[in-house]
């Protein structure tokens, strides 16, 4: 990992400094899909990012954990054991890999392997990633399964498991190396509320117990004020607003006609699910209805 000298706050574990991710468009043309997206994850938050359909936050995801090169801009960490932050984008293949060591991910499907039993799935990263005897990796399992209410479900193959059950293995598996941070995308996707509440509160019983630093991508409302410390709303590849939960339950709750301008009234048509509003016309056919029937 190369070492940089940056202004990153002493509490942030990660800084996104200006970031661009741009692809080439069906005309040859570039598509800035994020453009100069710049914000803080601080330790031991949960920051939620969330848009519409389209906006990003997936691409950004993928940024965050090294499965995407950005295009221009810095995205900077600063863990345990690290001096100084470095920059993710100056890193080579074999960095994004110990990088990879220091973070978990629980993927929208849980994204469990079919082929192994719930107790292999967890055990693998530690199979792979740590030098640990086989007695000490089933004693880790069983903890990690304990922790999300799986252990009676140890044997049982991915196809045997509810969706929910699904995301509680993946996220075992997730927290198998003791990450410093975990990412989510859309934990809450396919669940229904009773077990998207569920989810969601293991999910704060978790980043409490084990102190984690936690990043959710998420698009479900109801989720995003449960488990929010701080929250970002992007549209269109750029960032809108950055703030604590309350500002955005304050924006939520005020009528449109009070909000001080179209961004405003851009992230309160969003957060309240309005059919009405800056993010789509009444002609239907605004760039964000158009992501929609495109299936973006």
Do not use: W
């Amino acid at each position: 990992m190369t070492n940089v000298a940056v202004d990153v706050p002493n509490n942030a574990v990660i800084a996104v400094r200006d970031l661009v991710m741009s692809f080439a468009g069906p005309d040859g043309r570039l598509v800035h899909v994020l453009d100069g997206v710049s914000f803080e994850v601080y330790a031991g938050e949960t920051l939620v990012i969330m848009g519409g359909s389209g906006c990003g936050k997936s691409t950004l995801l993928n940024c965050l954990i090294g499965e995407l090169r950005p295009t221009d801009g810095h995205i900077y960490y600063r863990i345990k054991g690290m001096n100084q932050p470095v920059d993710l984008r100056a890193m080579n293949e074999k960095g994004l890999n110990e990088l990879r060591k220091r973070f978990g991910i629980l993927f929208q499907s849980g994204a469990l392997f079919n082929s192994m039993t719930v107790a292999e799935n967890i055990a693998l990263p530690l199979q792979e990633h740590s030098y640990v005897d086989s007695s000490i990796i089933d004693i880790v399992v069983t903890l990690k399964l304990q922790q999300v209410h799986m252990l009676e479900h140890r044997d049982k193959m991915p196809a045997q498991l509810s969706g929910g059950q699904k995301k509680r293995a993946g996220l075992a598996r997730a927290t198998a190396l003791d990450p410093e941070i975990l990412y989510y995308d859309e934990p809450s996707a396919g669940l229904d509320p009773v077990t998207s509440a569920a989810i969601d509160q293991l999910m704060m019983d978790l980043s409490k117990k084990l102190q984690v630093t936690s990043v959710v991508v998420t698009h479900e409302m109801d989720s995003a004020f449960r488990i929010a410390d701080r929250m970002v709303m992007l549209d269109r590849g750029k960032v809108l607003k950055i703030g604590r939960r309350e500002e955005f339950e304050s924006l939520r709750d005020t009528s449109p006609e009070r909000l001080a301008n179209d961004d405003e009234r851009l992230i309160h048509q969003f957060l309240c699910g309005d059919p009405e509003g800056p993010l789509t016309k009444a002609d239907g056919t605004s760039e964000y209805e158009k992501l929609i029937i495109a299936g973006e």
